[in-house]
């Protein structure tokens, strides 16, 4: 059974800095691209960011790019997401979810995901 | 980035209706790159549809994909009292992917 658990929310000031991580199993987590999805409360989704099995492939959206940072260790069967100068916007609940299929791009659909992290920033 | 813009915003229907939801794209997505999720309150999205017209490893056949170019169509064909619920489709051939705003099924 494919599970994938989050953690690492919760409170934090604008401009301060956090890591998520996201832990795997069920799967060959080394075969296939994960992402990171958010969804601030009442709110649609929107993908923030997405990496290659191999980490040679990685997107951000535009509203993250150049403050979050995507990472993922094969060996821990884990994926991080480091957000960094934090601003009231990125509030949200933060899932993670996998790849419907493998290959050396990360551009794909999610066939499975987490229960999500909630991340709040406000002072 | 491609902007897709989801209609109606809210459907409203009865057990057994048919459902038809829109997904118009800013620009043309290839049909390999379309993608609709259901998602229930407090819960995590679903993949029901990728590639436009492919269903997800167990999703029951009322519900099918269709469109090209810049339309795309999700259908459930009779629904069921657990159908009602938020879609939203999702474009994956430009990064960065995008989703739509979402349909919401409520029941009439």
């Known amino acids: 059974e494919v599970q994938l658990v989050e953690s690492g929310g919760g409170l934090v000031q604008p401009g301060r800095s956090l890591r998520l991580s996201c832990t795997a199993s069920?799967?060959?987590?080394?075969?296939?691209?994960m992402h990171w999805v958010r969804q601030a409360p009442g709110k649609g989704l929107e993908w923030v960011s997405g990496?290659?099995?191999?980490?040679?492939?990685?997107g951000y959206g535009d509203s993250v790019k150049g403050r979050f940072i995507v990472s993922r260790d094969n060996a821990k069967n884990s994926l991080y997401l480091q957000m960094n100068s934090l601003r009231a916007e990125d509030t949200a609940l933060y899932y993670c979810?996998?790849?419907?299929?493998?290959?050396?791009?990360?551009?794909?659909?999610?066939?499975?995901w987490g229960q999500g992290t909630l991340v709040t920033v406000s002072s | 980035e491609i902007v897709l813009t989801q209609s109606p915003g809210t459907l409203s229907l009865s057990p057994g209706d048919r459902a038809t939801l829109s997904c118009r794209a800013s620009q043309s997505v290839s049909s390999p790159y379309l993608a609709w999720y259901q998602q229930k309150p407090g819960q995590a999205p679903r993949l029901l549809i990728y590639g436009t017209f492919s269903r997800a490893t167990g999703l029951p056949d009322r519900f099918s994909g269709s469109g090209s170019g810049t339309d795309f169509t999700l259908t459930i064909s009779r629904l069921e009292p657990e159908d009602f619920a938020v879609y939203y489709c999702?474009?994956?051939?430009?990064?960065?992917?995008?989703f739509g705003q979402g349909t919401k099924v409520e029941v009439k």
């Open positions: 979810a996998k790849s419907h299929r493998g290959g050396s791009d990360y551009l794909r659909a999610f066939d499975y």
């Open positions: 999702h474009q994956y051939e430009i990064s960065p992917g995008t």
């Open positions: 990496i290659s099995w191999n980490s040679d492939s990685i």
């Open positions: 069920g799967f060959r987590f080394d075969y296939y691209a």
